[in-house]
């Protein structure tokens, strides 16, 4: 069955770039039956969804993350990826790649999630 | 900010039932169906409800959802101790192009 898995660092500067992998194993990823998820959760906050990208590389990103994010895909890898620059302690959380049932619907595959602090 | 607002916590028996709710607007819930997730601390979400009250394989039936104009609703019944989580509803937002989370509501069990 297809498995999710998150890498990178698990701390980072503010003011630098936070760069996250996800590993798709099991399946491809190469369809736009599916909008890959990035979602986060802040320590004693919500989910908050990141972003979403498909195979072709069309994304959606959340408003409020403002210009600071890139999401992109690399097929021959079969992994999408995170950017998130100007990072600041209020980007401290755990984040989590998803997949969706279908299209933009409910997230039924997720990775285990990885802890990413900003600090100095 | 999340556009879609729950009840910071719902509490009960064992055996008993709970209903979480899930306000949004004619942009999210009133055009799109609502997913519900349950999240245990250390564990990733898991998908409890999606597509108008489908349930993912090995999700009881004692989950269930409902809908009604710009509001849902989430049914647990038979409660159990294992139950005790977070619980968020989801769903895509067609104004902010952006799939949107609830709140977040707290079920304890009694």
């Known amino acids: 069955q297809v498995q999710l898995q998150e890498s990178g660092p698990g701390l980072v500067k503010p003011s630098e770039t936070l760069s996250l992998t996800c590993t798709v194993s099991?399946?491809?990823?190469?369809?736009?039956?599916?909008?890959w998820g990035w979602i986060r959760q802040p320590p004693g906050k919500g989910l908050e969804w990141i972003g979403s990208?498909?195979?072709?590389?069309?994304?959606y990103s959340n408003p409020s993350l403002g210009g600071r994010l890139t999401i992109s895909v690399d097929t021959s890898k079969n992994q999408f990826s995170l950017k998130l620059n100007s990072v600041t302690a209020a980007d401290t959380a755990v984040y989590y790649c998803?997949?969706?049932?279908?299209?933009?619907?409910?997230?039924?595959?997720w990775g285990q999630g990885i802890m990413v602090t900003v600090s100095s | 900010q999340s556009v879609l607002t729950q009840p910071p916590s719902v509490s009960a028996a064992p055996g008993q039932k709970v209903t979480i709710s899930c306000s949004g607007t004619?942009?999210?819930?009133?055009?799109?169906?609502v997913s519900w997730y349950q999240h245990l601390p250390g564990t990733a979400p898991k998908l409890l409800i999606y597509?108008?009250?489908k349930r993912p394989s090995g999700i009881p039936d004692r989950f269930s959802d409902s809908k009604s104009d710009t509001s849902a609703t989430l049914a647990i019944t038979g409660l159990q101790t294992g139950d005790e989580a977070d619980y968020y509803c989801?769903?895509?937002?067609?104004?902010?192009?952006?799939?949107?989370f609830g709140t977040g509501t707290k079920v304890t069990v009694l």
């Open positions: 998803a997949r969706p049932t279908g299209g933009h619907d409910g997230f039924d595959i």
């Open positions: 099991g399946g491809s990823i190469s369809s736009c039956d599916y909008y």
């Open positions: 990208i498909c195979y072709s590389g069309n994304t």
């Open positions: 004619t942009s999210n819930i009133g055009n799109y169906y």
């Open positions: 597509d108008n009250n």
């Open positions: 989801g769903t895509w937002d067609s104004g902010l192009r952006a799939y949107v």
